[in-house]
Every structure is written in structure tokens, then in C-alpha cells.
């Protein structure tokens, strides 16, 4: 479509779809796979295995099925001239200010919801000694989306997506700042603030995916062309970079800020590492989220109005070219 309200509608329907996978993941698995054992956490490796593999086939047979069932219906006008044009495609991305906005944005929010979903596995089970607790939160993790989604359209209408998801993860990130300073013992408590937080990323988190067509619509007003395979793959590829990144840094934390990890069934005795582990789940979150937020104010240049401005132009070239 190239409304870009019912693009929001698209955004948010894929978003509430990943949400109800992810109450599965995060609310099931955890009570599934980990176990205490005389007051120490014991990883249930079998299971942890045959689960793997379970969403593995899943995740195939959904690929497949949305592959064979899209349809492409906001087409480009392709010119002989203009076919195979990659060159000319990468120098128009270079000098969209848009696309590396979102990259960076994406990136960031990547490193934080990735870097502290490693974090909290350790929050809940070491600090806070609570697997309760922690399929809790995963709840609310992915509840927040459900949440919004009713909401997503009428906010989308009336504020926009830059200016909702910029004010939504700025809220988010006062919530982890808060939580960093306060130091909270309780985990009830905490999954209480977390809700909150989850709230504030679960909107941007809804409506990210129609940025990327706002970004291709600024590419075809500024170059003539639209370049939506080359776009989608360039921001995707991005995100995997965030991904792995954030895949390496857990590791690499947990690792500088001294924890131990236990081999062949042997008690260890976190001192200092959980304390440290505590700052890290809340300080890293704020400051990303910070970030995410001052990018999509300040870098991000598709407001409410440019958008339905580019939207306008493009309408009025389509029809022309008729």
C-alpha cells in the first residue's frame, strides 16, 4: 500500500505477530528449561535442544508461506535504462539521510533489547533468584505490543511515526534510569517498572517496520527510482549485524564484569558480578534508548508532514505517468 496509515496497520500486525511468538519464548521456555538444583541454576540441555530445533522448522514453514503468499502491489516504474541500475541505487542510499538514520536507530535499539535480554536471564536467576519472575517479565516484554496495538493507528493518525516513537523510547529510557539509580531488590517490583519501559520501546517497535517504506518513498522523491528490494536489504543486513553484535557483547560483559560460569555441575558463588550485572541490565538500556531517541528527533528527517508531502508527489507522478 502506499498509504502511509495503513502501512502503520501492516507494522503493527507483524509486530503483534512476533509478540505472540514471543510470549511463547519468553514466558514458557524459561519455566521449561532451567531448574534449580539445591538453590543453583541448572540448565535442562536437552530440552534447551529440541526446543531449538522445534522453532527452527516452524520458523522455515512461516518464511515459505509468506514468501507464497505476498504480493507486490505498489510497483515501480521500470525503465530498460534503468534496469540493474545498483550503482546508482547505492549512491542514492549513501545520501539518504533517512536510511542511515533509521540504521543507526535500529542498531542501537538492537544492541539494548539484544544486550539486555542476554542480561536479564542473569538478573532474574542470580540476583534476583527468581525464574517466576523472569517469565514475568517476558510477558510484559511482549505484552506491552499487544497492549498497543489497538492504539498504534489513532496515535500514528495523530502524531506521527517519527514523533511517537521518538517520545516513546525517551519515556523508556527515563524508566531505566530510574530503575538504575533506585537499585531495586524486589523483582516484582522491578517487572512492574520493566512493564513500563516495554511500553515505551513496544511502540516504536510496532511502527519500525513502516519506516522503511517512508525511507523508500524519500529515496524515489530524491532519484526517480524505487529501490525497495535493495533498501529492505540493506536495512535487514544492518539489523544483522546489530544482532550479532549484541550476540558477542553479552559474552563479553558478563566476562569483564567478572562472572562465573559453572562447568560440569560445579557451585559457584557470584559476589560482586551480580551487583555489576544489576547496573549493566538498566544503565546500558537507558543510555541506548537515550540515543535511539535523540537520532529519531534530530537525525531522522521524515516527520508527520514530509511524509505525506512525499506521498503527495509520488501520487501525482504515478498518475501522470498514466
Not at 15 to 34: D, H, I, Q, R
Not at 156 to 185: D, H, M, N, T
Not at 220 to 228: F, I, L, N
Request: net charge positive; proline share 2%; with cysteine.
Amino acid at each position: 500500500t502506499s498509504d502511509p496509515i495503513e502501512r502503520g496497520q501492516l507494522s503493527t500486525f507483524r509486530s503483534v505477530g512476533a509478540a505472540l511468538a514471543g510470549v511463547c519464548v519468553n514466558v514458557g521456555v524459561p519455566l521449561f528449561v532451567y531448574a534449580y538444583e539445591g538453590g543453583n541454576q541448572v540448565v535442562i540441555a536437552d530440552r534447551f535442544f529440541y526446543i531449538a530445533c522445534l522453532f527452527a522448522v516452524l520458523a522455515l514453514i512461516c518464511y515459505i508461506l509468506c514468501y507464497s503468499l505476498s504480493t507486490e502491489r505498489v510497483k515501480p516504474q521500470v525503465k530498460e535504462s534503468n534496469r540493474g541500475s545498483f550503482a546508482k541505487a547505492v549512491k542514492g542510499m549513501v545520501h539518504n539521510r533517512s536510511l542511515l538514520a533509521i540504521i543507526g536507530a535500529a542498531i542501537v535499539l538492537l544492541l539494548s533489547m539484544l544486550l539486555s535480554g542476554s542480561m536479564n536471564t542473569y538478573l532474574y536467576m542470580d540476583y534476583f533468584k527468581s525464574k517466576e519472575a523472569m517469565s514475568l517479565a517476558g510477558f510484559f516484554s511482549t505484552g506491552a505490543t499487544l497492549i498497543l496495538a489497538p492504539f498504534s493507528t489513532a496515535i500514528l493518525k495523530k502524531f506521527g511515526k517519527k514523533e511517537a516513537s521518538a517520545a516513546s523510547v525517551l519515556f523508556a529510557s527515563v524508566i531505566y534510569f530510574i530503575l538504575f539509580f533506585v537499585r531495586i531488590q524486589n523483582p516484582w517490583a522491578f517487572c512492574v517498572m520493566i512493564a513500563f519501559g516495554n511500553l515505551g520501546t513496544g511502540l516504536f517497535n510496532l511502527l519500525i517496520w513502516a519506516f522503511i517504506t517512508d525511507v523508500i518513498d524519500y529515496q524515489e522523491v530524491q532519484t526517480g527510482s524505487r529501490d525497495d528490494g535493495t533498501i529492505y536489504a540493506v536495512y535487514s543486513f544492518a539489523r544483522k549485524i546489530g544482532q550479532a553484535l549484541a550476540g558477542g557483547l553479552g559474552g563479553w560483559v558478563l566476562g569483564a564484569i567478572g562472572y562465573q560460569s559453572s562447568k560440569a555441575g560445579e557451585v559457584i558463588v557470584q559476589t560482586d558480578s551480580v551487583t555489576r550485572i544489576y547496573t549493566v541490565a538498566t544503565l546500558a538500556p537507558a543510555v541506548c534508548y537515550l540515543i535511539v531517541g535523540l537520532i529519531l528527533l534530530f537525525a531522522y528527517p521524515l516527520s508527520k508532514s514530509v511524509v505525506e508531502e512525499n506521498n503527495r508527489i509520488l501520487a501525482e507522478r504515478r498518475t501522470a505517468a498514466k
